[in-house]
């Protein structure tokens, strides 16, 4: 996947800095009693979100993604992040390993069935009564009309696959259509980005 964001990896720290950094801090307020916490970032891409975390005293971190190019940035810089190239569908971490799992705008392009791969997977690593959270798009009567456009906007220039699958996340309803409620409880929610973008926290359940 080393040709996936190959380009795009570049550029997407400079070029996002002003949408994405509001959020990464309101993701660091919602972290900031979990500092010795292990905490896993699945689809981290550049390893922006942990690398603030890291500044701010969070120790245990790991970084895990795909695209050796996204993997590349992510390496850059005076931190001790844990770097993994593997399938978040499929990692080769133990039952249980994390405390906090982290996912970021990664489950709106995927398809349907890795959608569900990737959300059983955060289970299966993620102790009892550990946290996941999710950033993503949320598209529902609370939205607002520039967060819809600048979102799809963004998707579109992404094109390709990653399109086709934002569209069918926004028709389907998002995050709330494929996270069962059964093994993770919904405990908070805000919304950032003109209410385009929701930072869910949810609790594992057995
Ligand atoms: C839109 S980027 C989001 C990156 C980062 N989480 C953020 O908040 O900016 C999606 C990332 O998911 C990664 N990705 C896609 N499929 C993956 C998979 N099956 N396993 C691991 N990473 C994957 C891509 O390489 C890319 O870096």
Redesign the pocket.
Known sequence: ?KK??GFTAKI?DPM?YLA?NPIRKAVLKELIDHRESSIL??????G??LKMLSRNGFKSLHC????ES?LEVARRGDHSINVHR????RTGFRDGEFEVVIL???LH??DRK?QLE?IREAHRILGNDGTLLV?DFIFDERTRKTGRMGATLIERMAGGEHYRNFKRYKQSGGLSSFIDERRFKLVKSLRKASTVVTISTYRRSP
């Open positions: 996947m996936e964001y997407y996002l994405l970032d699945l689809c981290c891409g550049t922006n979100q895990l993604d795909l695209s996204m593997e399938d978040a569908a970021s705008f990664a392009e995927k890795t990737i950033v």
